[in-house]
């Protein structure tokens, strides 16, 4: 089922909802994907777009002091989330969120030694153009990890998730689904996420295409 219109900033009405999930999914994905980020780099800048509430910047800054990260959102709501989770694990000193397009960046090239995003590639309305910005910002040599859908893991979890949702959040849901503004998200054909990558400068990348999710690897 295609949305009717796609929004790629999550709806402020959505936006506790959403919140409230990535709570449940610190332990099942943040982290592992946080661990596997610093066995790869463990000093220098890296460059989180589609931050969300910044789980995945405040997970890799618990676990490598010598590493500074710059977490994007086109949302202030979840900007200000991201900042309050910083600030609660008291990171603040080593990670920074900023409201941005992340098709539109306002950082010069070859800034970052990495760049991951989580989450956010389906939500793209300009995939190319945001993969092309990747490229712009990534050092030479530097590597750009896009996971995505992000997954909560366990259905135990989604089912703790949905539990813990308020009346209004359950009816914002309800209703966004009704419309077809939201839907469930679904990992991006392989074909289609290759196309993507042909039309920019990267030429080195590998794909691991899983069951809900595909992880995308590439390098400058
Ligand atoms: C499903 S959330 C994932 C958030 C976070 N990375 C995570 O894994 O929890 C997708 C996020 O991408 C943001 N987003 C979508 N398009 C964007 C764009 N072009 N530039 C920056 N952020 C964007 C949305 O506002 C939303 O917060």
Redesign the pocket.
């Known amino acids: 089922m295609k949305p009717w219109i796609k929004i ?3 709806p402020s009405p959505l936006a506790s909802a ?1 919140i409230k999930a ?1 709570q449940f ?1 610190v332990d099942s ?2 982290r592992p994907v946080a661990g596997e980020v610093v066995a790869a780099i463990d000093r220098g800048w890296i460059l ?9 910047p405040v997970e890799i800054a618990r676990r490598a002091p010598d590493l500074r990260i710059i977490g ?4 202030r709501r ?1 900007i200000a989330a991201a900042r309050a989770n910083a600030a609660k694990a008291g990171v603040g000193r080593q990670v920074r969120f900023v409201v ?4 539109r960046l306002r950082f010069g090239d070859a800034r970052f030694d990495m760049v991951v ?4 590639l389906h ?4 995939p190319v153009g ?1 993969f092309r910005e990747i490229y712009r910002v990534l050092k030479k040599g530097g590597q750009a990890w896009v996971f995505d ?2 997954n909560l893991g366990h259905p135990q979890l989604r089912q703790q998730w949905q539990a813990s949702l308020e009346a209004q959040e359950r009816f914002f849901l309800w209703l966004f689904t009704a419309l077809k503004i939201h839907r469930p ?1 679904r990992p991006l054909p392989p074909d289609r996420v290759r196309a993507i990558i042909d039309a920019t400068d990267f030429r080195h990348y590998d794909m691991d295409v899983r069951r809900n999710e595909i992880r995308i690897k590439m390098r400058k």
């Open positions: 790629e900033r999550i959403y990535t999914a994905y943040y989180d777009l589609g931050t969300g509430p910044g789980h995945l994007v959102d086109l949302s979840m941005g397009d992340s098709g995003s989580t989450g956010m939500s793209l309305k300009d945001v859908p992000t998200a």
